[in-house]
Antibody
């Protein structure tokens, strides 16, 4: 069974940093496309970043230069390093697997990041 | 700001049919990229509902159907049930942004 479990969320001050983790089971992270998607309170879904099986990474303009996506193949885990956090980054962050046709077919339960002083 | 536009809300009585539109442009839906749909029940993670414009994952009732034409796509729910009350999002890929994109989201209310 495919499963994704996020962790690492919490309260952080503006300008601070946080690293989110997404532990995968039932499939191999390095052989798949994996993405981070966030949802601000009461708002819609916003794509954040993706790492392809090739290792290529892409980011939304809103986080480019501040967030870094990576993976640890030995731990079958995805990460999102978030620096220079802003209040507008407050959201539930989900990791999701992407199929070859571009559909997000499996999602984690999400982890809440709150940026506030 | 989302590049895929959906109506904020739609509603219908139990048993009725409702449709949700998803309007894009020539760099996403119109460029031939597939459209996928997600259902998000309150307080839960999104769930894939329709993939590849019109295919249903295993376990999704055939009351849900999807279609695509030109720069738009649609999700139809027939035989509306109380359990269908949720937020629905379309999603595709945009070649000019080199990004995956989500729709603005539609809240379905069962009257």
């Amino acid at each position: 069974e495919v499963q994704l479990v996020e962790s690492g969320g919490g309260l952080v001050q503006p300008g601070g940093s946080l690293r989110l983790s997404c532990a995968a089971s039932g499939f191999t992270v390095s052989s798949n496309y994996i993405s981070w998607v966030r949802q601000a309170p009461g708002k819609g879904l916003e794509w954040v970043s993706v790492i392809y099986s090739s290792g290529s990474t892409y980011y939304a303009d809103s986080v480019k230069g501040r967030f870094t996506i990576s993976r640890d193949n030995s731990k079958n885990t995805l990460y999102l390093q978030m620096n220079s956090l802003r209040p507008e980054d407050t959201a539930v962050f989900y990791c999701a697997r992407i199929t070859t046709t571009g559909a997000f077919d499996s999602w984690g339960q999400g982890t809440l990041v709150t940026v506030s002083s | 700001q989302s590049v895929l536009t959906q109506p904020p809300s739609v509603s219908g009585a139990p048993g009725q049919r409702v449709t949700i539109s998803c309007t894009g442009s020539s760099s996403n839906i119109g460029a031939g990229y597939d459209v996928h749909w997600y259902q998000q029940l309150p307080g839960t993670a999104p769930k894939l509902l329709i993939y590849g414009n019109s295919d249903r994952p295993s376990g999704v009732p055939d009351r849900f159907s999807g279609s695509k034409s030109g720069t738009s796509a649609s999700l139809a729910i027939t035989g509306l049930q109380a359990e269908d009350e949720a937020d629905y999002y379309c999603q595709s890929y945009d070649s000019s942004l080199s990004n995956y994109v989500f729709g603005t989201g539609t809240k379905v209310t069962v009257l």
